[in-house]
């Protein structure tokens, strides 16, 4: 399988404004992707802050299992400074605001003390395609960023005022390269990657053969396969969906996309990629 990189210009851009607007941030609220968190955390966007809190927001819960909840007690550890939701669902608005209260609460009162009430600002990171800006909507209360499926839509900054909070939304950065290409490649199967530098037949392959090894019986309902060879699993998901060509042979491009799709809006069931391993192997 070809090596998977994607940084492209744009994204030194970006990590050059985010490194220039610290300074004017109390924190980060950084935004991964519930099934993958540990493939969707890039320590340089942590490394910005510096010493500065950050709320991890493990976002799309909706489409991870429960294997997810102890991912988030590692990662949010003594500080309890990580939370789980779905930013379509509007009752993580709640989870968040009470989440963010916590995180200056102490900072809050003593300026109370000193007489006068902060508003304090957060930079909100991530990689691509982990609904930052859909996390951003859900706090503000209406459609104030441009979200989409495609990774990489966030291109510019933007300051959003909340009632006791201001959020700047970033563009989803990637780190220059990737070390572990077992992370790279959930990084893939969620979407976070641009499909177009990617060999989707080989993704698509990947992601049979680890929902084989970790989801067996998901396959089997959805598309009536027990295991096999890469081949005969994606002939019994172009046979299982119907995505036949004239002459009655299999159309394997369009049973690749229907894998991507399939797992990627959840209808493969919830699923969580990354292990207690992986997330143990990184520091947040």
Known sequence: ???????????????????????????????????????????????????????????????????????????????????????????????????????????????????????????????PNTGKSTVINLLAGSKRTVTGDKAGVTRGKQWIRLENFELLDTPGTMPPSFDNQKLALHLAFVGSINDDILDLDDIAIALLEEL????????????????????????????????????????YERAIRAVLDDFRKGRLGAVTLDTVEDVRGLKF
């Open 1 to 127: 399988m070809k090596r998977i990189q994607w940084f492209p210009g744009h994204m030194t851009k970006a990590m050059r404004m985010m490194q220039e607007n610290v300074p004017a941030c109390d924190g980060l609220i950084y935004v991964l992707d519930a099934r993958c968190p540990a493939a969707s955390f890039n320590e340089k966007l942590l490394k910005i802050s510096g010493a500065k809190p950050v709320l991890y927001i493990l976002n799309k819960s909706d489409l991870a299992d429960n294997k997810a909840d102890s991912l988030l007690n590692i990662i949010g550890g003594n500080k309890g400074n990580a939370v789980k939701i779905n930013a379509a669902n509007a009752s993580s608005r709640k989870t968040i605001l009470r989440a963010l209260d916590k995180l200056v609460e102490e900072k809050r009162e003593k300026n109370l003390q000193k007489g006068y009430n902060k508003v304090f600002r957060f930079m909100v990171v991530g990689v």
């Open 212 to 251: 084989s090894e970790k989801y067996p019986e998901r396959l089997e309902e959805r598309y009536g396969m027990c295991g096999g060879t890469p081949l005969e699993m994606l002939e019994a998901v172009a046979k299982r969906r119907g995505l036949i060509l004239r002459g009655g042979e299999y159309d």
